[in-house]
């Protein structure tokens, strides 16, 4: 790959398919600042909660297809299998749209949410009783909002849904890398409510952010649900509809979204549910004359990806239940019952149990799936989150220094970025202190060819090639040969301050 076929694709692909929209100079995520501080807490990215589900049900099934389309063989159906994570600001009714999925797919029955609604209005928050079904804990229900990712699975016609909920509040992106960088579509959601799209969009709004970051973590598509609908403020106006599209769009496109391909726009009321199972009544929205929400959702289409590739699945969690349980989603390969893995960077040789997918027993599963496999061979106290399983014949390189092309959003008090500087990588599951320990070339943003001057450092909105070190040995790969292992976002307290991807990895 030349140079500059690197640089397309670190700012994310899609310069001219956007009309050349694509210079960060134009569209810079400035408007962070005021950002709260907050510790970097890696344990925070590590937490993934169990289904939310009330009433899991749990049956076992035998699943034969190494791919990530899931046979069912007792229903003879076949349906693919897609994660999706919700992003956008606080407030804007992510939990609300994804408790409303799950009650109108038919997840939770009337009773449990009767159940909900009563348990909100006692805690005098009636309107949230929607966000109940997806934020799980009592914190979370006093407090309103969503603290970790939490999972619940849906069906559509053709396809089973994973739901990976971010949640919007600033203090929480870490929770938001971890869902996206799991995720195959987001679900964006916007407040039209006045005042509130300007809130979350504009100065120390997260949806810029949030938008960067799913694209940088291989987010590759993205509906735009443009929420509250209902609102009093709102009540089906197109005007108001119109004007945050137009807003949003060359934003979009300078994320390096395309915006005609990877990104569909449409209405609804997460609360009362209208335009999400069914089309918005024409009575109430007479100008609406695209699809729902569970039509647009059946319509994405992603790239197939290779069941036959070396297996990859970064480790996310694990736990002890008769063996070793560990967590993650495959990004490449296939795994099933009585297969011989590693476990890396440790070289720890295991064994395959069994394997789990959402609740059911499956013989083997392929790329995309989160699953829970039991190992045998390992002690869950020698698996870290960030850890990768893989093959044995084609095991991932384990390394402590890479080579990255950068693009820097924003460093904190304008502070300049030199060899020397210090952040923390996230990368698939990987959190890690990281030091960068010197900077190669600048890239020109204008003619993305390399400077040819020697760079010592660089400021805001500036590309750069620069050489990556950390303390410990990680599991990545390079961005070319998997692009969801060799992606990754830099930060410094609690805000991200660089987004890159890996173009070499250099000898342990
Ligand atoms: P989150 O922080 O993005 O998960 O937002 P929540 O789902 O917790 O919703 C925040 C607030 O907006 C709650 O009071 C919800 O009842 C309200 N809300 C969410 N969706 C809608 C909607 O479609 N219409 C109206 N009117 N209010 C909504």
Redesign the pocket.
């Known amino acids: 790959m030349d140079i500059e076929e690197d640089i397309r694709s670190l700012q994310l692909d899609s310069a001219e398919e956007n009309n050349g929209v694509a210079n960060p100079e134009e569209e810079k995520p400035d408007e962070v600042e005021n950002e709260d501080k907050m510790e970097e807490d890696p344990k925070e990215v590590r937490t993934v909660s169990q289904p939310v589900n009330p009433e899991p049900k749990v049956k076992h099934k035998e699943v034969s297809a190494p791919q990530d389309v899931e046979v069912e063989a007792e229903k003879g159906i076949t349906k693919r299998h897609l994660n999706v994570v919700f992003i956008?600001?606080?407030?804007?009714?992510?939990?609300?749209?994804g408790?409303q999925i799950l009650f109108l797919s038919g997840q939770v029955d009337d009773r449990t949410i009767q159940k909900y609604e009563k348990e909100a209005k006692d805690k005098s928050?009636e309107?949230?009783y929607?966000?109940y079904i997806?934020?799980t804990n009592e914190e979370e229900r006093v407090k309103?909002?969503?603290v970790e990712v939490g999972r619940a699975h849906f069906e559509t016609e053709t396809t089973r849904f994973t739901i990976l909920d971010a949640?919007?509040?600033k203090s929480y992106v870490p929770n938001m890398i971890s869902g996206a960088s799991q995720a195959d579509i987001g679900v964006l959601?916007i407040?039209a409510?006045k005042g509130e799209f300007e809130t979350g969009y504009e100065k120390g709004g997260q949806t810029r952010e949030h938008v960067m970051l799913a694209k940088t973590l291989g987010v590759s598509k993205l509906l735009i649900v443009v929420?509250?609908?209902?609102?009093h403020t709102v009540n089906w106006s197109k005007e108001r509809y119109d004007e945050i599209e137009s807003k949003m769009i060359p934003f979009l496109k300078s994320s390096g979204y395309n915006v005609k391909k990877d990104v569909q726009f449409l209405p609804?009321?997460?609360?009362?549910g209208a335009n999400m199972k069914t089309r918005i009544d024409k009575s109430i929205c007479p100008w609406w004359n695209g699809p729902c929400l569970f039509e647009a959702l059946d319509a994405i289409e992603i790239p197939s990806r290779d069941p036959k590739g070396p297996f990859r699945m970064p480790i996310l969690d694990k736990f002890k239940d008769m063996g070793t349980v560990v967590m993650g989603k495959v990004e490449s390969g296939s795994v099933g019952e009585g297969d011989s893995l590693l476990v890396m960077p440790n070289k720890a040789q295991v064994k395959v149990v069994a394997v789990y997918c959402d609740d059911d027993k499956v013989r083997c599963a392929g790329p995309g799936e989160n699953l829970r496999v039991r190992l045998a061979g390992i002690e869950e106290e020698d698996i870290l989150s960030g850890f990768v399983l893989s093959s044995v014949a084609k095991p991932i390189a384990a390394v402590t220094e890479f080579i990255a092309q950068l693009q820097i959003l924003e460093l904190l008090d304008n502070a300049i970025f030199t060899a020397g500087y210090k952040a923390v990588l996230h990368i698939h599951s990987v959190v890690e202190e990281c030091e960068i320990v010197e900077l190669i070339q600048q890239i020109d943003p204008k003619t993305k060819k390399p400077m040819k001057k020697k760079v010592l450092f660089v400021k805001n909105g500036a590309v750069v090639v620069c050489r990556v070190q950390v303390n410990n040995l990680i599991c990545i790969e390079k961005f070319s040969d998997f692009p969801q292992l060799g992606r990754f976002t830099l930060r410094t307290e609690g805000k991200t301050v660089a987004v890159g991807k890996v173009t070499d990895l250099c000898a342990a």
């Open positions: 956008g600001h606080v407030d804007a009714g992510k939990s609300t749209t408790g928050r309107s949230w929607m966000a997806m934020d309103g909002k969503t949640p919007g509040h959601v407040s409510r929420n509250k609908m209902d609102d609804i009321s997460g609360l009362i």
